[in-house]
């Protein structure tokens, strides 16, 4: 990406970095940060970008303003009528929440305020996710007509599929504390601790082996699409990779021998 595209980027997703903690900040807040062409672009280059520094361990995907992701940007999609410009822009979606599945790093979500259609897709995507308790969150595309289909494949991956239909179906939106009830995140808290949650749990990941986070990450979720033997082979297999790390073997050497103490 060069000149104009760039900081086209750099502005629709801000990213700040703390230590080995690097947040990407949605930053189109008097359009409810909705996933407009160009923030679909922008979000894409960033996850790719942290993705590929090896000094980032953590990525916390945060928003400005009011709301955490209103979903597609609605008024641009009405200004097309053909349908393979729709086609192609849940194809570009879906690369991008795909790019956060199969990113190395844990990504983290900070909700702050609603997180709805998309929006919620971006949360169940996320390996974990805290709220304000004042969020709230639905797959609410229903209500305009439009079931939120794409947004199904990541939150009927998150919570129970009776708790996603319900979301789905009747269009209702969700309190932080029933997310976090049904599993969509990971915990509800009031908004003055919500930082203080995420840089603990940022910050208990960070001082892992990241590549031993890495292949356990793309481990935990190919297992779930197995079969339950398959399932147990491919971890096997992981965990006897896992044993070769130089980090594992340095950190049980030195449990064995402190307990031998």
Request: glycine share 8%; aromatic share 6%.
């Given at each position: ?68 992701c209103g979903g597609h940007d609605l008024a641009e999609m009405r200004s097309h009528e053909e349908r393979g410009y729709f086609e192609d822009l849940f194809a570009r979606c879906t690369r991008m929440m ?99 949650a995420i840089a603990d749990a940022a910050r208990l990941i960070a001082e892992k082996p990241p590549e031993a986070i890495a292949l356990g990450k793309d481990t935990f979720y190919a297992q779930g699409e ?36």
């Amino acid at each position: 990406m060069t000149g104009l595209a760039n900081d086209l980027a750099n502005d629709l997703v801000q990213r700040s970095d703390a230590g080995f903690v690097a947040t990407l900040t949605l930053n189109r807040p008097d359009k409810g940060n909705a996933l407009s062409e160009a923030m679909l672009a922008a979000l894409s280059e960033r996850i790719a970008e942290v993705d590929g520094d090896d000094h980032v361990r953590v990525v916390v995907l945060a928003a400005n303003g009011k709301i955490f992701c209103g979903g597609h940007d609605l008024a641009e999609m009405r200004s097309h009528e053909e349908r393979g410009y729709f086609e192609d822009l849940f194809a570009r979606c879906t690369r991008m929440m795909l790019a956060i599945r199969r990113s190395r790093k844990p990504f983290i979500a900070r909700v702050h305020g609603a997180a709805v259609a998309a929006g919620c897709q971006l949360v169940a995507t996320c390996d974990l996710a805290y709220a304000a308790d004042a969020a709230r969150f639905g797959v609410n595309g229903i209500n305009l007509g439009l079931f939120c289909s794409t947004p199904s494949v990541a939150v009927s991956r998150t919570i129970l599929p009776k708790q996603a239909l319900d979301l789905l179906f009747t269009g209702r939106l969700v309190d932080a504390k029933r997310a976090a009830e049904l599993g969509l995140i990971n915990a509800a808290v009031p908004a003055g601790e919500l930082d203080a949650a995420i840089a603990d749990a940022a910050r208990l990941i960070a001082e892992k082996p990241p590549e031993a986070i890495a292949l356990g990450k793309d481990t935990f979720y190919a297992q779930g699409e197995l079969d339950i033997a398959e399932a147990y082979a491919l971890t096997g297999e992981r965990m006897a990779e896992n044993m070769g790390f130089p980090a594992t073997r340095a950190l049980i050497d030195g449990f064995i021998a402190g307990r031998r103490k």
